[in-house]
């Protein structure tokens, strides 16, 4: 079965670094949609950075220049480096993955999430 587990959260200066992995299983995630979304206490969750199906990188402004993406198709893994984190990015940041189910009728999507793991920035 689909299965994702994140890991590499942590406890953070201002300024800091931190490195999160994504471990996916289950099927070839190779041509699916792929990313991480945080969730904030009292917030929604937003979309972090992410792949679309066509392997194209997508960040929310407030990450920009500072996230980056990256995958390792062999081994079904995505990565977020998140460098100069800021106390706003303190949240539970989940793996997703969106799986197209390819019908003679239309396509579905279903959703795929984490556990997520709780990065923390603080002084």
């Known amino acids: 079965q689909v299965q994702l587990v994140e890991s590499g959260g942590g406890l953070v200066r201002p300024g800091g670094s931190l490195r999160l992995s994504c471990a996916a299983s289950?099927?070839?995630?190779?041509?699916?949609?792929m990313g991480w979304y945080r969730q904030a206490p009292g917030k929604q969750r937003e979309l972090v950075a992410g792949?679309?199906?066509?392997?194209?990188?997508r960040y929310a402004d407030s990450v920009r220049g500072r996230f980056t993406i990256s995958r390792d198709t062999a081994k079904n893994s995505i990565f977020l480096q998140m460098n100069t984190l800021k106390p706003v990015d303190t949240a539970v940041y989940y793996c997703?993955?969106?799986?197209?189910?390819?019908?003679?009728?239309?396509?579905?999507?279903?959703?795929?999430w984490g556990q997520g793991t709780q990065v923390t920035v603080s002084s």
């Open positions: 997703s993955a969106t799986v197209r189910i390819a019908t003679v009728e239309r396509n579905y999507d279903r959703d795929f």
């Open positions: 289950g099927r070839d995630f190779s041509r699916d949609a």
């Open positions: 792949f679309t199906r066509r392997g194209e990188t």
